[in-house]
């Protein structure tokens, strides 16, 4: 593809269904059938499976062609898959019969195998051809070249890429055991004890899962290559598991996410690389690429758990926590203030006002006067420039006296209950009453007045505002 | 045959000496930090790692080309694969530390990303005007058969950096390994460690993995200190056991492959490492599975033969006036199967426990066995009678418990029981049977 001669770039993407559409197909079903399962490793903490599952393979594949000396894709998979297979039943068991840590019996089992794989097809290299690096990379590119011809009955028959096929009966089954056996697996992965009393073999379940697992990793890395296995099982799943607490979501979730990178991985092998002045490259390895940036955008900002969104909700929290509590203090002083000694004056005497609540407040000079702006902004306070009696001190508008009583009320209403109903001491209810009276709506104040029987002052004898009306 | 034996074990090409020295080195160090990686459950670390070094090495490549360098020359590859491997460690630290994803997930997801953009990336490089990837590739498979001696050299430097490092730390990393929150609160600076340890295992990654690829490093990272577990408890000795293992598994699988130079050496080196551990699993003298079956098996026989003497001393204690006991008493007095009860006797008669009458298919205690039958039945009751005075706990139940642990109790334990129930023992050297038996009014 040639970049085009115009600036800027071109979004469009030279499509062909006969070539870039199976190789979407292909990459999409992979993703789909990796991710149904992956859901599940990922929970049960055996994320890494795949890995060893898919470079273990090497010598089932090597084996098959030196017991059926041909290379019939059928004699390759079966070959695969038992090795696969046994790749992982020999981890489990050098886990659980030699107490070795699960990540170190993996990492022993699949390296030598991998080994003796490559060693076995070195040996037969006068007789076979198989690369070793087709494992790693895979030839997602070529899927549209070998096809079968499937005639449906009532139909035209059409040729159909191998590798679709293959990878669409995968699909299949592990939907068909995800949707059938959806209880079993759920109760086998958050509770194996409850799913074994319960009447089913957890055990079973958990073999059967590493079984598919085996499976889907050979029918996929045989057209994507092991990489994109890994990336499939376990990125998405990781991915869905950010944005969702419910199990079916996940899984759903993994699915789309798979796919949509799948998608999006192959344009962007097509696409990209041109920008720069290359040739497009592998769609595999954009795939995964494709899934690692899904998870970072979960990561960053998934909206209950990613990162950004934690930050900014207590950034808000804080400055709303900020800005009540200056209103609050601007009310105590006012409460404070007597004939003698009016508010203004009172508050002119400190020699830098903002300093002095940042002190009470325990934050710095500047947010109090960004929360005083706010305030200004919002017509709960007067600054004093804008006001008639000269002074400069800032005060309380209509609107931000009933705001500010309501926050003064609910937390004389919280020292009271703390006091009457829960027993603390007198010193400590401050800190309690002050965290609590930001979360409190007219509701719980009214609930907190007829729990403390309606008290006119709190336990420092201070009053406690009434209740006023709701403002518009 | 024998020839070309002499001439590998005798390092005189000096080609094979640079091979085998090299390899061996590298298992050597390997070994050592593998053992930190091992206890501190960090295993395929080093495999997420080795992947997360490809892009570095293919973006160093295409970079230094572009500039228009050398980009094949090893230290620009090498610093490239160093800093996308702690770009790497650092996504696995982030992605554990900021969500709720788990170690292996995170591991999984940096170790196939990472490697799926180092595959774009050699293909772009493949696609520049001197770009063929035969030498980027070797990253991936390993090279072992044609190292040079600049790259031995560049091993030998590096393994012996890790090796001073990990004994000059010793005594931080095991306390890291081992109880990491105590470390802390001793005042340990436990995330300074942590890194260190980390980047210990970086350097030994990338160097292996210029030397003798991706699944070779991680193999060598990770079978030998699986292996030394086996056969001892101790770090120390763990340590310099994973060592020797890891470097005899080289020295091994590269001289196999120079005599049978068709055999790629790095499949060769983790195939030997990998019998190393078989052997290991096996015949361990620790953890091996073959002294824990003996020992399990050993167990089973003592507890077995000591419920036999205590039960035929309880049949004779209730009637002193009996000579023997029937093949039927003793098979209903426990759950045993009849296959079983058989074995027990004879081991109890060939041991001389027992005096059986086979016709008549008697048995009673001889001599010995009745001295020691009378040690069980005594250590058994002292220790009912210390579970319901001083454990309250129930007189029905007393005899399963006892039966847990009376098996392990030794001398020092059983002295300790009398002074403790002396007030309930009185002046009688064998306390009575405290449950059902006596409970139901028959005189013991």
Known sequence: ?472 | MGEQLWRVISLQDHNTRVVILGAAMLGFAAGLVGCFTLLRRRALVGDALAHAALPGIAIAFLWVTAMGGNGRSLPVLLLGATISGLFGIASILIIRRGTRIKEDAALGIVLSVFFGLGLELLGIAQQMKNGNKAGLESFIYGKTASMVSSDAWLIGGASLLCVVICLGLFKEFKLLCFDEAFAGSRGYPVVLLDAGLMTVVVVITIVGLQAVGLVLVIALLVIPAASARFWTDRLIWMIVLSSLIGMTGCLVGAAASAMLPRLPSGAMIVLATGLGFLVSFFVGARRGLLIRIWRRQSLNASIDRQHLLRELYELFENDPQRLAVSWEELLQARSWSKKRLRRILEHASKDGWISENITKMEFALTERGETEARRLTRRHRLWELYLIHHADIAPQRVDRDADAIEHVLDPETVAELESLLNAELGERRMPTDPHAKSAEGVPS
Not at chain 1, 89 to 95: C, E, N, R, V, Y
Not at chain 1, 289 to 296: I, K, L, P, S
Not at chain 1, 377 to 396: C, F, H, I, K, Y
């Open chain 1, 1 to 472: 593809m040639i970049p085009p001669a115009q600036s800027g770039f071109d979004w469009s993407v030279d499509w062909s269904w006969q070539l870039d559409g199976w190789i979407v197909v292909a990459g999409m079903l992979c993703a789909v059938s990796s991710s149904l399962l992956g859901c599940f490793l990922v929970l049960r903490r055996m994320s890494l499976l795949g890995d060893a599952i898919s470079h273990a393979v090497l010598p089932g594949l090597a084996a098959a062609f030196l017991i059926s000396g041909t290379r019939s894709s059928g004699w390759m998979f079966l070959g695969a898959v038992i090795v696969g297979v046994l790749t992982a039943l020999l981890s489990d068991w050098i886990h659980v019969r030699g107490e070795v840590d699960e990540g170190a019996s993996m990492g022993v089992v699949f390296t030598t195998l991998f080994a003796a794989g490559l060693i076995m097809i070195v040996l037969a290299a006068d007789r076979v051809d198989l690369d070793p690096g087709c494992v790693l990379y895979g030839a997602i590119e070529s899927t549209p070249l070998d096809r079968w011809t499937i005639s449906l009955p009532g139909l035209a028959s059409v040729r159909v890429p191998r590798v679709v096929v293959v990878l669409s009966i995968v699909t299949l089954i592990n939907a068909a055991f995800v949707l059938l056996f959806f209880k079993e697996l759920k109760m086998a992965t958050f509770d194996a004890e409850l799913a074994t009393s319960s009447g089913f073999s957890a055990k079973v379940i958990h073999y059967v899962l590493m079984t598919l697992v085996a499976v889907t990793a050979v029918a996929c890395f045989e057209s994507v290559g092991n990489i994109l296995v890994v990336a499939m099982l376990v990125v998405p799943a990781a991915t869905a598991y950010l944005l969702t607490d419910r199990l079916g979501m996940m899984i759903g979730l993994a699915c789309v996410i798979g796919a949509v990178s799948a998608w999006a991985g192959h344009i962007a092998a097509v696409e990209v690389p041109t920008w720069f002045g290359f040739r497009s490259t592998t769609t595999a390895g954009m795939m995964a690429v494709a899934t690692g940036a899904a998870f970072t955008l979960a990561v960053l900002f998934s909206p209950k758990r990613g990162l950004i969104p934690q930050w900014t909700r207590k950034q808000w929290l804080r400055w709303t926590i900020l800005t009540d509590d200056v209103l609050a203090l601007l009310y105590r002083m006012e409460e404070r203030s007597t004939e003698e000694r009016p508010l203004a004056e009172s508050m002119a005497m400190r020699e830098d006002l903002n300093a002095w609540m940042a002190d009470i407040l325990l934050t710095k000079r500047f947010a109090i006067s960004l929360a005083l702006k706010f305030h200004v902004w919002r017509r709960r306070v007067m600054d004093g420039r804008d006001n008639e009696s000269a002074t400069l001190v800032p005060t309380l508008t209509e609107l931000g006296r009933s705001e500010a009583e309501s926050l003064v009320r609910s937390h004389r209403l919280w020292e009271q209950y703390l006091v009457t109903r829960v027993d603390l001491e007198g010193d400590r209810i401050h800190q309690q009453a002050h965290r609590l009276e930001h979360f409190t709506d007219r509701q719980l104040q009214d609930r907190l007045d007829v729990q403390t029987d309606s008290p006119d002052k709190d336990p420092h004898g201070s009053p406690i505002p009434s209740a006023n009306d709701p403002q518009p």
